[in-house]
């Protein structure tokens, strides 16, 4: 299901996002060649990730599925409309807190926050801007939305300190870009694998 809907937002949004990285890539090419700029790349597959991941955020949140119910100001109340374990409940509530953890993640890495706090205000300010928009474009502004992002942004935050607190205790040699290319690498590898179909992890 969650490979399924992966590829349902790559379905929507591939001219957009194919269209914006073939420009920012040629334009960061130019630029690491006129500047003579040494290249790391984990750090251009990072930030390449992220705006892709913004891409498709965008996606979702303005040509996604339309929900036809009215907005939601109460906390809560969307959430437990829900049985525990069904598809809408994953769908709805799962969803939204798995599509902001990579924002709390990116947010943390790029502008090397140690504070939880900070990447949760971050997160509001996104997911506040995100529904308030929602709301003027004939969709519904959903309160429960928010504290489900906030909670995903702040455990991907959370992951963001974990590993760099563990990052500090590794080895020098273990520091070095190489090792952090060839394990962008494989995350790569194993991220096309699992959407093709061909590595099954069940979910």
């Known amino acids: 299901m969650f490979r399924n809907s992966i590829l349902q937002i ?20 130019v630029y690491i060649i006129k500047n003579k700029t040494e290249i790391v790349f984990y750090k251009e597959i990072m930030m390449l990730a992220f705006v892709i991941y913004v ?10 599925d339309v929900s036809w119910s009215s907005s939601n100001f109460v906390p809560f109340k969307e959430m437990f409309r829900y049985t525990f374990g069904s598809r809408l409940f994953f769908k709805n509530v799962i969803g939204n807190m798995i599509m902001f953890m990579p924002y709390g993640f990116f947010v943390g890495y790029f502008l090397k926050l140690e504070k939880k706090r900070t990447i ?23 309160i429960d939305d928010i504290l489900l992002n906030v909670l995903g942004g702040f455990i991907g935050g959370f992951l963001y300190i974990i590993l760099m607190k563990t990052q500090d205790k590794l080895p020098e040699f ?10 962008v690498v494989l995350i790569l590898v194993m991220i096309i694998l699992y959407l093709t179909n061909i590595l099954k992890l069940g979910v």
């Open 55 to 64: 891409m498709c955020l965008f996606y979702v949140v303005t040509f996604g």
């Open 120 to 142: 949760i205000i971050l997160t509001i300010i996104t997911s506040l801007t995100i529904e308030l928009t929602q709301l003027n474009i004939g969709r519904v502004f959903d």
């Open 174 to 183: 273990l520091k070095k870009p190489i090792v952090y290319n060839i394990i």
């Open 10 to 29: 790559f379905e929507g949004s591939w001219p957009m996002i194919l269209i914006c990285t073939v420009i920012i890539s040629s334009m960061r090419i």
